[in-house]
């Protein structure tokens, strides 16, 4: 069974930054995609970055491409989402999400199997 814990979330201010860990249980995070998703009060949850088994090929939204930087370490069995330059609108809760199917990375929910209970972000302006 595999469980996803994330952390690193809080309050920071506009154009602070920011960095997201999900520390991920069981065998199959080495092999799998990658992904983090969030939820803002009031509206769905929504891509923001993935990438695959091996780190090289990562997809971002456009809202959050050029400040957002999704990595991960394969021998800690964590994914990271760096947040610079944070905005008011990224505040949100963030998920973590695994997909253990030998595929490329997703930007759909549905494509996610796992899913981490998320970690709260607020951005002050």
């Known amino acids: 069974q595999v469980q996803l814990v994330e952390s690193g979330g809080g309050l920071v201010q506009a154009g602070g930054s920011q960095r997201l860990s999900c520390a991920a249980s069981?065998?199959?995070?080495?092999?799998?995609?990658m992904a983090w998703f969030r939820q803002a009060p009031g509206k769905q949850r929504a891509f923001v970055a993935a990438l695959n088994r091996y780190g090289l090929s990562t997809l971002y939204a456009d809202s959050v491409k050029g400040r957002f930087t999704i990595s991960r370490d394969n021998a800690k069995n964590t994914v990271y989402l760096q947040m610079n330059s944070l905005k008011p609108e990224d505040a949100a809760v963030y998920y973590c999400?695994?997909?253990?199917?030998?595929?490329?990375?997703?930007?759909?929910?549905?494509?996610?199997?796992?899913w981490g209970r998320g970690t709260q972000v607020t951005v002050s302006s």
């Open positions: 999400a695994l997909d253990p199917l030998p595929r490329g990375p997703g930007v759909m929910a549905q494509e996610y199997a796992y």
């Open positions: 069981g065998r199959t995070f080495s092999v799998s995609n």
